[in-house]
């Protein structure tokens, strides 16, 4: 994953695990982020695929889904 470090992107992305963040406003810093990741053997860029998908499970998974909206319910609840 190559994605701008803006918003909440840094909780998708794990710097050199699973990807890398760069500044949208960076020109050279973005260029730079490119370069990093065509850097990479084919190895580490499978590695660093399979692990976004393992977060992506991890993150995105009904189990924790279901809790998010239980959680959100209970938390509305309490505020009525």
Known sequence: ILISNVGDHDNLVEQDSNGYLFDPHSISDIASTILNFCSLSREDRIKMSKESRRKAEKMFSKDRNRQLSN??????????
């Not at 959680?71 to 505020?79: F, G, I, L, Q, S």
């Open 71 to 80: 959680d959100a319910a209970t938390h509305c609840d309490r505020n009525h």
